[in-house]
């Protein structure tokens, strides 16, 4: 009850200061809620980062992997086993790999730390530890750059080994 009476209130408040303004209609409250939006929610200006109606950042640095997924094939259980993807910056700045995160703690990613110039190489390095898994594996390594899209992914896959042999599917 408390609540009902202080909204009612509020609501004959909003209406008497409003009863000398002319009425601006739907869009102009429209308009004015977003302004407040915008001056309560400032945006920060990142030249990387693509909006709807913004055309894309033609010089910013860009990932192309020799390739994406790696497959290990068998894997000995309890084993550790590592691949490096290579990649090589096609854009037309300094590509600067901020993190990598894995799908899985058994799964972990090392990068190049400096920044990769226009033209040049930088490499990706997944280590697997197959300690208490088992049958096929599939882990995922997200790749965060200075990029367009910002994150990049990348796969390893395998079968790990049972003591008797190969869990192939049938």
């Known amino acids: 009850m408390k609540i009902q009476t202080l909204l009612a209130a509020t609501l004959l408040l909003v209406a008497a200061c409003n009863r000398d303004k002319q009425e601006v ?12 939006d915008a001056a309560a929610n400032p945006t920060i200006d990142n030249p990387n980062v693509v909006s709807e109606d913004e055309a894309p950042n033609p010089d910013a640095p860009v990932m192309t992997f020799a390739e994406t997924e790696f497959d290990f094939g068998d894997i ?9 993807f290579t990649f090589t910056n ?6 600067l790999i901020e993190d990598a995160t894995a799908s899985c703690g058994c799964t972990t990613p090392s990068w190049t730390k400096e920044p990769v110039a226009p033209g040049a190489k930088g490499t990706i390095e997944v280590q697997f530890d197959s300690h208490g898994k088992q ?4 882990k995922q390594v997200n790749v965060r750059a200075n990029t367009q899209p910002s994150i990049t992914t990348v796969t390893i896959k395998g079968s790990i080994l049972s003591n008797e042999g190969p869990q192939r599917p049938s």
Do not use: C, F, I, W
């Open 25 to 36: 209609g739907t869009e102009g409250m429209n308009a004015a809620a977003n302004q407040a």
């Open 76 to 84: 000995q259980p309890d084993s550790k086993v590592r691949h490096t």
């Open 90 to 95: 096609t854009g037309k700045t300094p590509l």
């Open 135 to 138: 049958g096929l594996q599939s």
